[in-house]
Structure formats: structure tokens, C-alpha cells
């Protein structure tokens, strides 16, 4: 299937990937700019690391671990028990064949490529046809704020567990950052059928992209419904320990929450079966709502999650609501 235009989708790492995967299962990859937060990548190691990039990149490969989330399938790590022996720092757990990865973008952006450069030129070696692309060339930096402290993202979230209290986020390098030159691209194009908001978490992934000057005003003047896909499902809060920093900002704690964090921006939300419940109340609030199975285990989820998140945007007319 091709669709009658461009779509542009904004996606983190694991729940997001799965739905590009879908996408990408279903667009031409002239039909479809994916773009990817880069507010979870730090330096560790002397390394270049960049979380949702390689998640993404992983999971349109066929080659991510499926049940970890992260990473490759079928790693080994003798990089990391070696790395401990020598009294390292290994909370950090870089595979062994993923560190290929690592040490590539890193010599190629010290060489001077940019990383919408890097990324295109190591998801082509990987026989990706999709692009994949960074939401900005510049470093955006995501710091939780937390009550011993500000912190990297990836510190707060992998080395402490979350353990801190948290009390705000921010995106450090936002205000100094553009649109990578294909996101630029992407917001101004005269064709755009519809954006898609991966079923990402709204705070840590979908924020950074909308925290980039210019970005969130460019999205609001498409001419093009934006649509939502929820991540929060069965009325849960996320999973994981991201769960305990979203409820210490105030929480996320059902679809609704999930649309008022986006209010203005979307025209409609996707949310799954067991969240039909709440359907008639986001209407109420002037949110078109689209029911359908949004739990992805299979290939198969992915693709038919995203034909119907497909189908549901490029029905929506317009922005009326966003409009009135
Ligand atoms: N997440 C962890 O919880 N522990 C890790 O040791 C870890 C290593 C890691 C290495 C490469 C990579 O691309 C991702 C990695 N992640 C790890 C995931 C990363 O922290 C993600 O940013 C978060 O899961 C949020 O999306």
C-alpha cells in the first residue's frame, strides 16, 4: 500500500519502533519521513550513543532482541565482563557486536559527518531502504531534575534505576538546535497526508522532538490530522520504571491524560480495545478517537496497527477541532 501523500511519524525507541515497523511495512520509503528522538543519546565510554536511533534501526532490521527492547538479538558480552574485570564503568551494557555500532557513529561524526549523515550511511549498509532520521544534527541533551540533582537521562534512568526523585525534565541544546535537514524537509512539504505520534512516551520521546524552535508551530500550520497512537493501554500507567518519574510529575495515568498532554497539537488518538470505555469522553473533549487492538507482539500487530492508524488519519477531514 502507498498512501496519497507524505506521512511524517515521530517515534522513540521500543513501543515507537514497533510501529514504524508497521509503517514502514506499508509506505514506499519516499512516502514516509520517521523521525527519531535523539534526547536519550549521551557520550559514555568516549562513545556516541544514540538509544531510540538504534532501536529503531535494529527493529526495521529484523535484528533487535525482542524481548529485552533493546539491543540485538542473540548479543553476547565479553566486551562488558571483561570491561568489569578491569574495574570499568559497566552499568551501561554495550553487546558485543552492537558496539560496532557505537565505535562506527563515533569515528564517522569525529570525521565530520553530521548525524542524519551517519545514521543514513550505516541503515544502508544494514539493507534499510527506509530512511531514519535523527530529529536534530545538534546534541539535545534530555536531564531529569531530580531532588540530589540534575541528571543525563540515561544516568537517571539506567545507572540509578530512577531511584531519585524527580522534578522536572528538560532538553538541554533545544534552544541552540534546528530540524535535522530532513525534518526540515519533511515540514515543509506541500503533500503531507498525515503525522503520526508513535506509541512512544509523550514526556521522554515525543517532547525533545517538540521542544526543537519551530517544530511544534511547523507541525500546527501542516495541513495535515496529527494522530496519536496511545501508549498507555488497559488504562495502566507506562510500564516500567519510567512509570514512577511520569507519576512523579503529575502522572500520565490513562488515554485521556495521553490526549490532554497533546492538546492542540492532535486531531485524533488511537487507543486500544480496553480503553474503549473512554472513547465517548475524548470525543467529548474534541479529540477524534479510533478504537483498535493496539498491543504488538507479532509482525503482524505492527503492520495491522498501523494500516488502521493510517486509514483513521487520512480520514479525519481536518483540523476543525484543533481550528474552533
Ligand atoms: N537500557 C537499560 O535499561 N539498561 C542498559 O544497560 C541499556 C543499554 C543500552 C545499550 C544500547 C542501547 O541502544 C540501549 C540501551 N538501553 C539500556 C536502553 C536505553 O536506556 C533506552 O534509552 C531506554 O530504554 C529508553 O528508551
Not at 578491569?86 to 548525524?115: C, I, M, P, Y
Not at 508551530?217 to 511520569?246: F, N, T
Request: charged share 20%; net charge negative.
Amino acid at each position: 500500500m502507498t498512501s496519497a501523500g507524505h506521512v511524517i511519524a515521530l517515534c522513540g525507541g521500543v513501543g515507537g519502533a514497533k510501529l514504524a515497523f508497521g509503517l514502514t511495512r506499508l509506505l514506499d520509503p519516499e512516502g514516509l519521513s520517521l523521525i527519531v528522538n535523539t534526547g536519550d543519546d549521551f557520550e559514555h565510554l568516549g562513545l556516541t550513543i544514540c538509544p531510540d536511533l538504534d532501536t529503531v534501526t535494529y527493529t526495521l532490521a529484523g535484528l533487535a532482541d525482542r524481548e529485552r527492547g533493546w539491543g540485538l538479538a542473540g548479543e553476547t558480552w565479553n566486551f562488558m565482563a571483561q570491561l568489569r574485570k578491569l574495574g570499568g564503568e559497566h552499568w551501561f551494557n554495550l553487546g558485543d557486536k552492537d558496539l560496532a555500532l557505537h565505535v562506527e557513529r563515533t569515528q564517522r561524526l569525529a570525521a565530520g559527518q553530521s548525524l542524519s549523515q551517519v545514521t543514513a550511511g550505516v541503515t544502508a549498509a544494514l539493507g534499510l531502504r527506509h530512511a531514519i532520521v535523527p530529529m536534530s544534527d545538534q546534541p539535545v541533551r534530555t536531564i531529569v531534575d531530580t531532588i540530589d540533582g540534575p541528571l543525563p537521562f540515561q544516568h537517571y534512568f539506567v545507572r540509578e534505576q530512577c531511584r531519585p526523585v524527580a522534578r522536572g525534565i528538560s532538553f538541554a541544546g533545544a534552544e541552540q538546535s534546528v530540524p535535522s535537514p530532513a525534518f526540515t524537509a519533511a515540514l515543509g512539504r506541500q503533500d503531507v497526508a498525515a503525522v503520526i505520534i508513535c506509541p512512544s512516551n509523550p514526556y521522554l520521546s515525543i517532547d525533545p522532538i517538540l521542544a526543537i524552535p519551530g517544530v511544534a508551530d511547523a507541525l500546527a500550520r501542516l495541513d495535515a490530522p496529527v494522530v496519536a497512537v496511545s501508549p498507555i493501554i488497559g488504562g495502566r500507567a507506562l510500564k516500567g520504571p519510567a512509570a514512577k518519574l511520569l507519576a512523579e510529575l503529575g502522572g500520565l495515568s490513562g488515554v485521556t491524560a495521553v490526549a490532554a498532554h497533546y492538546a492542540g497539537l492532535v486531531d485524533g488518538l488511537v487507543i486500544d480495545e480496553s480503553d474503549a470505555c473512554e472513547a465517548d469522553r475524548l470525543r467529548e473533549t474534541g479529540i477524534a478517537a479510533l478504537v483498535a487492538p493496539s498491543v504488538m507482539t507479532s509482525d503482524d500487530d505492527r503492520i495491522r496497527l498501523a494500516r488502521d492508524t493510517l486509514a483513521f488519519a487520512t480520514g479525519l477531514t481536518r483540523r476543525e477541532l484543533r481550528r474552533a
